[in-house]
């Protein structure tokens, strides 16, 4: 017991029953972390992203199969971009209100529950649409998952966490790429969506025993750490550190949440991240487009099977890794941001463009792994440009603001070029999403500062 004058609340540390507190900047502070509970979380994570990219990969050829047109093809695709530009700002707000957390993760599985079971029983493409808007739905979810589990952790472990629950995002999404297309091709197009399901139901199961404190957490003033022994025991459990430092963690994750209106207002007038995120919209719609939009379909017509569609939509996904962890060696800033995104945007639409030209799968397997090291380049640079100059108590906000103005991009890159295809012919649509990225390039030439 840490006994202080009037002005000062008494902090009782228990170290047994998992207690957490708030400083007085409101940051959480985890007094022992649960292995169990981690555990649990992660696997969940893992499923749940499995059960949603399933199907993605042999998705566009699937529609086609059904008669659908290419421009409705487009809307559908773009439908689970739409939801997630509605519902993740809101599902943030809502799970802070609320101080719960682990309601919206199991809502998040119950969509992509839901989503699966649609595309497994409708045909008609308007039902189809709803079902994969429903899977957007389940993704806007996400914020949840990523604010659950650092609470597990100490304060000071905060990056850690976000780092690592981020792996087990990318391990299920990139298992179910490259499984996905494998479990098409040797039980058919619904094969997919079976396993989707399946995973999201067992995702379920687990979630129900998911450990969520949020709403028992207490609220205290922290002590102001002005004698010696306080101050020991206060920075033991971290409550004299600074709110920015927590803030500068928090915008590290690539889903934050907490926002509002009012604060979402004051950074979007900032010129820079206003640019970058322009510029992020330009990406997703080249990326939304052709990798996981319409690539797919064009490679069933040079004779790829449902297991090499899911091995090229791997490829493309794998090298973002690699440009990540280039990228957290600081290799980037060193040659220069402006420069780096030039040259990513560059040859980004260099390596779309010329789909239309590649006649084997060798080749595309080799020119989407090329592309998808060079897209994996901008999302994390633009990111950190977009909050460079943002305040840090301000960096989680700008960072919501980022990914919703992007989020236009995802809807829009396939609606655009399946619109394009049908009155024309899918070459041009591949030569429009490349021309989006070398206007990107020319952007970021002219307009980004050194």
């Known amino acids: 017991m840490i006994k202080k004058t009037d002005k000062e609340q008494k ?3 228990n170290t047994v029953t998992n207690e957490r507190f ?5 940051t959480k502070v985890t007094l022992y972390s649960d292995k169990h509970a981690k555990l649990l979380l992660e696997i969940t994570t893992f499923l749940f992203w499995f059960s949603l990219y ?9 529609l086609k199969e059904l008669k659908i047109s290419t421009g409705v093809i487009g809307i559908i695709l773009g439908s689970y971009g739409l939801s997630q530009a509605i519902f993740r700002i809101p599902i943030g707000i809502f799970s802070d209100k609320m101080k719960d957390r682990k309601s919206f993760v199991i809502l998040g599985i119950v969509f992509s529950v839901i989503s699966a079971l649609g595309l497994l029983f409708f045909k008609h493409p308007g039902l189809i649409f709803f079902s994969r808007l429903f899977a957007g739905v389940a993704s806007s979810t996400w914020v949840a998952f990523s604010v659950l589990y650092p609470s597990y952790y100490k304060q000071s472990e905060s990056s850690e966490a976000i780092s690592r629950i981020f792996i087990f995002q990318g391990a299920g999404t990139m298992s179910a790429m490259f499984l996905g297309g494998m479990i098409a091709e040797n039980f058919g197009w619904e094969a997919s969506f079976v396993a989707g399901g399946v995973t999201a139901l067992i995702a379920l199961l687990m979630s129900i025993f998911i450990k969520d404190d949020s709403k028992n957490v207490i609220n205290v003033k922290a002590p102001e750490c002005k004698d010696k022994a306080a101050n020991q025991n ?3 459990i971290g409550c004299c550190e600074e709110s920015s430092s927590t803030s500068a963690v928090t915008a590290k994750s690539n889903e934050t949440s907490t926002m509002t209106i009012r604060s979402l207002i004051s950074v979007i007038n900032d010129p820079t991240l206003l640019m970058v995120s322009f510029l992020a919209i330009l990406m997703q719609f080249n990326n939304t487009a052709t990798v996981i939009g319409f690539t797919p379909l064009y490679a069933e017509t040079i004779g790829a099977n449902r297991f090499q569609l899911g091995l090229l939509t791997f490829f493309s996904q794998l090298p973002g890794i690699f ?7 600081g290799v980037y800033i060193k040659i220069g941001e402006k420069k780096t995104i030039t040259v990513a945007f560059f040859l980004t639409a260099v390596f779309s463009g010329v789909i239309p030209l590649v006649k084997t799968m060798e ?4 020119t989407q792994f090329l592309n998808g090291f060079f897209r ?3 999302l994390p640079v633009l990111t950190g440009l977009g909050i460079k100059n943002i305040e840090p108590a301000k960096r989680a906000t700008a960072l919501g603001a980022f990914q919703a103005i992007y989020a236009i991009g995802i809807v829009a890159g396939p609606i655009i070029f399946g619109l394009i295809s049908q009155a024309t012919e899918m070459w041009v649509g591949f030569l429009s999403a490349g021309a989006i990225s070398l206007i990107g390039s020319i952007i970021a030439l002219v307009a980004l500062k050194e």
Do not use: E, Q
Request: proline residues 6%; glycine residues 8%.
């Open 11 to 13: 902090i009782k540390i």
């Open 22 to 26: 708030h400083n007085a900047s409101g």
């Open 54 to 62: 399933t199907y993605p990969s042999i998705f566009s050829p699937y």
């Open 234 to 236: 206060c920075k033991s």
């Open 323 to 329: 440009a990540s962890m280039i990228g957290s060696k």
């Open 363 to 366: 080749m595309m397997y080799i």
């Open 376 to 378: 994996g380049i901008l």
